[in-house]
T-cell receptor, first 109, second 114 residues
Framework: GIQVEQSPPDLILQEGANSTLRCNFS?????LQWFHQNPWGQLINLFY???GTKQNGRLSATTVATERYSLLYISSSQTTDSGVYFC???????????FGAGTRLAVHP | NAGVTQTPKFQVLKTGQSMTLQCAQD?????MYWYRQDPGMGLRLIYY???????DKGEVPNGYNVSRLNKREFSLRLESAAPSQTSVYFC?????????????FGQGTRLTVV
C-alpha cells in the first residue's frame, strides 16, 4: 500500500496567500523530511521533522507522529516558492528513504 | 563543504551503450541512495546501500547495477541503456547510525537515451 501520501497534488496561489500541504505516512515510515524541488530541478532540504514543530522564516512544519501526518505551512507566498514540495520518510529502519508523489505549487504575481 | 557530488551532470547515450554515474559524499554518512525521476513524477528508489559493502534493491532496480566502492562513493551502472531509462538520476546520502538520518541530495544527472 501507499506509505507516503501527499495532498493536494496541485495548488495555485496568488502571491501573498497562505497554504497548507499535508503528508500522511504509514506505520512503517518515520523520520519525516520536507523538500522543495525548484524549477531548475534542485532538491532543497526544508525541514527534518520526525516530530514536533519547526519554523524557518515564512515556512513552518508540524509532524504528529502518533497520528501519522505532517503539515507544511507556507505564509505570504512568493513566486519563488513555486515548484514541487515532497515529503519523504525512512521505511524499515534507516535503510530506505521513501517519497510521496509531491504537491506542485504555482504562485502567480 | 561539497555535500553530495554527482558526475556527470548531463549525458546522452545511444541505445545499448553502457555508462556509470558517479556519486560521492563528504559527510561521512553510512547510507547512500540512487533515485530516478521521470517528468512530472516523484522520486523512485533504484538501489540503496545501508553501509559500506552492502547494497539492496529498491522499487525499480531492473536494468541497473550498483557498487558501494567505499564509504564515500556509490556508483550506478547502466550495462545496456534503453530509451526507457531516459530520466533524471539523483544520488543521496544520510546518516544511519547514531546521528539524525536527514538525507541530502546531489544536483542530479540528466540522462537521455536515444
Amino acid at each position: 500500500g501507499i506509505q507516503v501520501e501527499q495532498s493536494p497534488p496541485d495548488l495555485i496561489l496568488q502571491e501573498g496567500a497562505n497554504s497548507t500541504l499535508r503528508c500522511n505516512f504509514s506505520d512503517s515510515v518515520n523520520n519525516l523530511q520536507w523538500f522543495h524541488q525548484n524549477p531548475w530541478g534542485q532538491l532543497i532540504n526544508l525541514f527534518y521533522i520526525p516530530s514536533g514543530t519547526k519554523q524557518n522564516g515564512r515556512l513552518s512544519a508540524t509532524t504528529v507522529a502518533t497520528e501519522r501526518y505532517s503539515l507544511l505551512y507556507i505564509s505570504s507566498s512568493q513566486t519563488t516558492d513555486s515548484g514541487v514540495y515532497f515529503c519523504a520518510g525512512h521505511s524499515g529502519g534507516y535503510n530506505k528513504l521513501i517519497f510521496g508523489a509531491g504537491t506542485r505549487l504555482a504562485v502567480h504575481p | 563543504n561539497a555535500g553530495v557530488t554527482q558526475t556527470p551532470k548531463f549525458q546522452v547515450l545511444k541505445t545499448g551503450q553502457s555508462m556509470t554515474l558517479q556519486c560521492a559524499q563528504d559527510m561521512n554518512h553510512n547510507s547512500m541512495y540512487w533515485y530516478r525521476q521521470d517528468p512530472g513524477m516523484g522520486l523512485r528508489l533504484i538501489y540503496y546501500s545501508a553501509s559500506e559493502g552492502t547494497t539492496d534493491k529498491g522499487e525499480v532496480p531492473n536494468g541497473y547495477n550498483v557498487s558501494r566502492l567505499n564509504k564515500r562513493e556509490f556508483s550506478l551502472r547502466l550495462e545496456s541503456a534503453a530509451p526507457s531509462q531516459t530520466s533524471v538520476y539523483f544520488c543521496a546520502s544520510s546518516e544511519s547510525e547514531g546521528g539524525e538520518p536527514e538525507a541530502f541530495f546531489g544536483q542530479g544527472t540528466r540522462l537521455t537515451v536515444v
